[in-house]
């Protein structure tokens, strides 16, 4: 019996031991981390643990508690509250709080990431027990801290139909926690919002459905508690129906038993089932419950008796925060802290009065109001939940330059994007008028309430139309209102979007009266509104006649790209409303859209793709600058129907005055690329038509080629470059001979003979064309053939010139109105076009070419840089194009998805792969198309392009690429040959084919990493 005796002696003498010099050496001893333990690890009586782990904890637990003062043990209850962007006589206060009377923990507010982390560690030196470090943030470390990534509030959250990207965000919440730092996070928030009127929860509540605020409460704390983090369900039993803020007086709740059970305490019951680790309780008067008038979370009625005892809840019970008005009026801080811990809390948070408090608390254990084995359970229980956060031992927080970047990994953007995408709510669809399809007839205007001009909401909507935006930064301007109805016809389509909103019932959400009168006065007259708010949904209720009603939520950037995007059909619409609408709309209600083949624009994570991998195309683009390849340029990734990657680099010129950076809108000479922008499309339309026969010969359509060299030329081969025809012949020479220009040009403004635009001043006939043609025809051909005597693959100009002149003959249109009629307008490309400067766009929107000093006699800027394609007017089969990285990856998008793109079939099925397919021996082209020329690719083809893929180059350094094996289009646009063509650095540092890579090699999951 003695020896039994002295080794349990031995054992507990250890024990203390081991938990006293494990603050002192924390490296010396392996760290258990809970990082990777089910949610039901975080739990604290949960019989299902490692036994190992429990063995562990419970070591360390009985050994601590067995250490402890009694004013140890008391302070273990206080969670006090902390700044880090105060003053060091603060930091100070907050170390001889921690100090004297051992508390248990402490709550964070404002600051940043980078001093609260330091100030963690600080105030855990302080500490002999590790202290729980707390953070009230409901979405993510945003709402307290400068520098944090916010997610979406909880009412954003509601509409989403997905809770695995709830789950998903509470993960990424509590892996930036313990980054930091913190152990506890107060959240989520599980009131049921049933009361729009509700002045302090509201949009912080999923909404009003008790079913949908469980299932997305319980898949937040699970995240959270994945992560190795507490969560922490509120406001218990229920702050979801109250017209008061707790914050300033104490709310009332008046519903009986049968009302709390069916709708308060359900989401609660759920998340204790679910194991959650932490509930908090509010201060409320629920006199169901509690006969006195006092706050729930001074009621042991509530606390005690229905929380740990009816709901069996044996987590961590939480305090609100002890200094609001709700519990402290009438109430002196110690008798209310005293009367918190006899209610059965287990942590007071933000305490007042902490000194006089802890002898409040030992003046009752001293009456007997409170056991000190009560005390001793209490504390074992906060202690258990140390250990299992993993602060047991405890490791400093590492601090370093790169915190932040840590924090906002590519991958919590990818995640807030797609959060702020699946809760887009379309709420009305009257006209059935979105997704909006026909771009070519519907003419769209769009005014920002709220905003200032060039906002993210509306310029989303110009990459897919042309959209004339006004925008008014004041809600309130009648003369702004009385303008728009005069500018904006009644025909138009009208999208009126709501900015700058608030949450709140009291500031009438942000709406203003004079906008919703200017909406309805649109409505009146007849124009087809739409009407996006970026805010509260009970602000819907302001537009009961609107036939098109979108709500996002919020302002966030992400939300107003979405909008923008279902409303183009680029993703579907899936958010369901949170909760009911004044009688208009009942919980629950959206109207599903469909996504209809359009890009979307976001993160390339969210389509698989490493953002951190695509960067090396920045780091490409400015050596190639700064060696002097090209003074700008533009480069755009698309994967799986998403642009992921849209930059644009450098300036239009070298000269540094006046400064002109590359834009979007930055239109740029496209040269060869045209020959699959323009002639190639217009090739395939007619040749599923029936209207061209690739077979044929040229001659059947042309028949003035009977009789010449040209005779026998098919169709099929001018597309494949193997017809026989010369690469290039240098017709413009023809038109100046000995250095003067021959009577058919003239420089002078167009006039009735002079009306094709060469240049700035310089005209030429319409006959030039019909010139050009001519020598087309009577140019030699080439004498190069292979053994089988069959014309050698000759990659020529010529073929294209012809094919124009095809195209024009079979169709009985000139190319550039084909083109523009059947794909540029539908598509919404409205910043392609032939001859920019001859059709008014302005020169500091386009990219200069050659300073031509041998040709022209002037620097290019809107008129094409190829010779021939100038003599005819800008406008020719090989070159004249002028358009923007975005607009070729629609064009590029609609064929890799083999003729669809936004609701509308431009090609049959079969049409863009047979073109694509390459049939001859001779050459690795298509028809039309280049393709990868074989497994090392060249200068501008990566080698991990599929045999499928297909795009073109041109001489002004342009490339259009798309591979069907992958899902990826890339586009390439660049001015190399500005002042001077002979640049070729271009193709010698092989710049476009690294860009290449870099996009194939950032797919994660693809043939890539198969190679």
């Given at each position: 019996m003695i020896r039994m005796l002295k080794n349990k002696l031995v054992y507990l003498g250890l024990s203390v031991l081991w938990a006293l010099t494990a603050w002192k050496s924390p490296k010396s001893i392996e760290r258990v981390s809970t990082e990777s333990q089910p949610v039901s690890s975080l739990v604290l009586t949960n019989p299902m643990l490692d036994s190992t782990r429990v063995s562990a904890a419970q070591l360390w637990v009985d050994s601590t508690l067995s250490s402890m003062t009694l004013d140890e043990k008391i302070g273990q209850f206080f969670v006090i509250g902390t700044y880090s962007n105060r003053y060091e006589s603060y930091y100070a206060t907050i170390d001889r709080l921690i100090k004297a009377y051992h508390v248990g923990g402490v709550i964070f507010f404002q600051g940043d990431p980078y001093s609260q982390a330091e100030l963690s560690n600080r105030y855990q030196r302080q500490s002999r027990i590790p202290l729980i470090v707390s953070l009230d943030a409901e979405n993510g470390l945003g709402m307290r801290l400068a520098l944090g990534t916010s997610f979406p509030h909880q009412m954003t959250l509601g509409a989403i139909q997905n809770n695995q990207l709830i789950y998903e965000m509470g993960r990424e919440i509590g892996r930036q926690c313990k980054r930091i730092g913190v152990q506890m996070n107060f959240a989520p928030v599980v009131d049921v919002n049933s009361n729009p009127l509700n002045p302090i929860i509201g949009y912080r509540s999923f909404g009003e459905d008790p079913v949908n605020v469980a299932e997305k409460g319980k898949a937040y704390a699970r995240g959270l508690q994945e992560a190795g983090v507490l969560a922490c369900a509120k406001h218990f039993p229920g702050h979801g129906d109250t017209h008061t803020d707790s914050h300033r007086t104490l709310p009332k709740i008046t519903h009986d038993l049968a009302r709390l059970n069916q709708f308060e305490l359900p989401p609660f019951r759920a998340l204790i089932e679910d194991s959650v680790a932490s509930i908090l309780v509010a201060h409320l008067e629920v006199p169901a419950?509690?006969?006195?008038?006092?706050?729930?979370?001074?009621?042991?009625?509530?606390?005690?008796?229905?929380?740990?005892?009816?709901?069996?809840?044996?987590?961590?019970?939480?305090?609100?925060?002890?200094?609001?008005?709700?519990?402290?009026?009438?109430?002196?801080?110690?008798?209310?802290?005293?009367?918190?811990?006899?209610?059965?809390?287990?942590?007071?948070?933000?305490?007042?009065?902490?000194?006089?408090?802890?002898?409040?608390?030992?003046?009752?254990?001293?009456?007997?109001?409170?056991?000190?084995?009560?005390?001793?359970?209490?504390?074992?229980?906060?202690?258990?939940?140390?250990?299992?956060?993993?602060?047991?031992?405890?490791?400093?927080?590492?601090?370093?330059?790169?915190?932040?970047?840590?924090?906002?990994?590519?991958?919590?953007?990818?995640?807030?994007?797609?959060?702020?995408?699946?809760?887009?709510?379309?709420?009305?669809?009257?006209?059935?008028?979105?997704?909006?399809?026909?771009?070519?007839?519907?003419?769209?205007?769009?005014?920002?309430?709220?905003?200032?001009?060039?906002?993210?909401?509306?310029?989303?909507?110009?990459?897919?139309?042309?959209?004339?935006?006004?925008?008014?930064?004041?809600?309130?301007?009648?003369?702004?209102?009385?303008?728009?109805?005069?500018?904006?016809?009644?025909?138009?389509?009208?999208?009126?979007?709501?900015?700058?909103?608030?949450?709140?019932?009291?500031?009438?959400?942000?709406?203003?009266?004079?906008?919703?009168?200017?909406?309805?006065?649109?409505?009146?007259?007849?124009?087809?509104?739409?009407?996006?708010?970026?805010?509260?949904?009970?602000?819907?209720?302001?537009?009961?006649?609107?036939?098109?009603?979108?709500?996002?939520?919020?302002?966030?950037?992400?939300?107003?790209?979405?909008?923008?995007?279902?409303?183009?059909?680029?993703?579907?619409?899936?958010?369901?409303?949170?909760?009911?609408?004044?009688?208009?709309?009942?919980?629950?209600?959206?109207?599903?859209?469909?996504?209809?083949?359009?890009?979307?624009?976001?993160?390339?994570?969210?389509?698989?793709?490493?953002?951190?991998?695509?960067?090396?195309?920045?780091?490409?683009?400015?050596?190639?600058?700064?060696?002097?390849?090209?003074?700008?340029?533009?480069?755009?990734?698309?994967?799986?129907?998403?642009?992921?990657?849209?930059?644009?680099?450098?300036?239009?010129?070298?000269?540094?005055?006046?400064?002109?950076?590359?834009?979007?809108?930055?239109?740029?000479?496209?040269?060869?690329?045209?020959?699959?922008?323009?002639?190639?499309?217009?090739?395939?339309?007619?040749?599923?038509?029936?209207?061209?026969?690739?077979?044929?010969?040229?001659?059947?359509?042309?028949?003035?080629?009977?009789?010449?060299?040209?005779?026998?030329?098919?169709?099929?081969?001018?597309?494949?470059?193997?017809?026989?025809?010369?690469?290039?012949?240098?017709?413009?020479?023809?038109?100046?001979?000995?250095?003067?220009?021959?009577?058919?040009?003239?420089?002078?403004?167009?006039?009735?003979?002079?009306?094709?635009?060469?240049?700035?001043?310089?005209?030429?006939?319409?006959?030039t064309i019909d010139s050009v043609w001519k020598w087309v025809v009577n140019s030699p051909m080439t004498g190069q053939r292979d053994r089988r005597g069959q014309y050698k693959f000759i990659y020529s100009d010529l073929g294209l010139i012809m094919l124009r002149r095809l195209v024009e003959q079979v169709s009985n249109q000139p190319l550039e109105e084909l083109v523009q009629d059947a794909f540029y307008e539908p598509l919404g490309m409205y910043n392609t076009l032939f001859s920019p400067l001859w059709n008014g766009v302005s020169d500091w929107k386009i990219a200069p070419t050659e300073d031509d000093r041998v040709f022209r006699e002037v620097l290019l800027r809107g008129t094409v840089h190829d010779q021939n394609a100038a003599i005819q007017g800008g406008v020719s089969g090989h070159a004249g194009l002028f358009s923007t990285a975005n607009d070729l990856a629609i064009l590029m998008q609609m064929n890799l998805q083999n003729g669809y793109y936004g609701g509308r079939r431009y090609f049959l099925p079969s049409t863009v792969p047979m073109f694509s397919h390459n049939y001859t021996l001779r050459s690795h082209r298509g028809l039309g198309w280049d393709r990868q020329p074989d497994a090392n690719g060249n200068a501008y083809i990566s080698s991990f392009a599929s045999p499928r893929a297909f795009g073109h180059s041109g001489f002004t350094g342009t490339l259009v690429w798309a591979d069907p094996a992958t899902d990826l289009v890339l586009i390439f646009l660049s001015n190399r040959v500005h002042p001077n063509a002979n640049n070729n650095l271009i193709t010698s540092l092989r710049i476009r084919r690294r860009v290449m890579d870099a996009a194939y090699e950032a797919i994660e999951t693809s043939i890539i990493s198969q190679k």
């Open positions: 419950y509690e006969s006195r008038p006092i706050a729930s979370t001074l009621s042991a009625p509530i606390v005690t008796d229905l929380l740990k005892n009816q709901l069996k809840f044996n987590g961590l019970v939480v305090t609100d925060a002890m200094n609001m008005r709700g519990v402290t009026k009438g109430k002196l801080a110690p008798e209310a802290n005293l009367q918190a811990l006899l209610a059965g809390n287990d942590l007071l948070l933000q305490p007042e009065s902490v000194g006089a408090s802890v002898q409040k608390i030992k003046q009752a254990i001293e009456s007997g109001q409170i056991s000190e084995e009560e005390i001793n359970r209490r504390v074992q229980k906060i202690l258990y939940a140390k250990h299992r956060v993993g602060l047991v031992p405890y490791q400093a927080v590492p601090v370093s330059k790169t915190l932040v970047k840590e924090l906002k990994t590519p991958q919590s953007e990818a995640l807030r994007q797609q959060l702020y995408e699946n809760a887009v709510t379309v709420v009305k669809n009257d006209q059935s008028l979105i997704p909006f399809v026909q771009l070519d007839t519907l003419k769209l205007s769009a005014i920002a309430i709220g905003e200032s001009d060039g906002n993210v909401f509306q310029n989303t909507l110009r990459k897919y139309a042309n959209v004339t935006c006004y925008a008014n930064g004041t809600k309130t301007d009648e003369r702004f209102f009385a303008e728009m109805l005069g500018k904006v016809d009644s025909s138009q389509v009208v999208i009126v979007s709501l900015h700058e909103m608030r949450q709140k019932v009291a500031q009438n959400y942000g709406v203003s009266w004079a906008s919703v009168e200017f909406i309805k006065q649109l409505v009146k007259r007849g124009n087809r509104v739409v009407v996006c708010a970026f805010g509260n949904p009970y602000s819907l209720k302001y537009f009961p006649t609107v036939p098109t009603l979108v709500c996002g939520y919020e302002g966030d950037p992400y939300a107003q790209t979405a909008v923008a995007e279902v409303l183009f059909g680029a993703i579907p619409a899936l958010g369901k409303l949170p909760v009911s609408v004044e009688g208009l709309f009942p919980v629950g209600h959206g109207l599903p859209t469909q996504a209809i083949g359009r890009l979307s624009y976001g993160q390339p994570e969210t389509v698989g793709m490493n953002s951190g991998k695509l960067q090396r195309i920045d780091a490409i683009m400015d050596e190639s600058i700064r060696k002097g390849a090209f003074p700008g340029g533009q480069v755009l990734v698309a994967h799986k129907g998403r642009v992921v990657w849209q930059k644009n680099y450098g300036k239009l010129t070298y000269n540094l005055t006046p400064f002109e950076p590359v834009r979007d809108t930055t239109l740029y000479d496209l040269a060869s690329v045209t020959k699959v922008a323009a002639t190639l499309q217009a090739v395939m339309l007619l040749n599923e038509n029936g209207l061209l026969d690739l077979n044929q010969k040229v001659s059947y359509y042309l028949p003035e080629l009977i009789g010449t060299s040209k005779e026998h030329l098919v169709i099929r081969d001018v597309l494949m470059h193997q017809s026989g025809l010369l690469a290039y012949q240098p017709f413009w020479e023809r038109t100046k001979p000995q250095g003067i220009f021959s009577p058919d040009f003239d420089l002078r403004v167009d006039t009735l003979n002079y009306t094709l635009l060469v240049a700035r001043d310089l005209w030429t006939k319409p006959a």
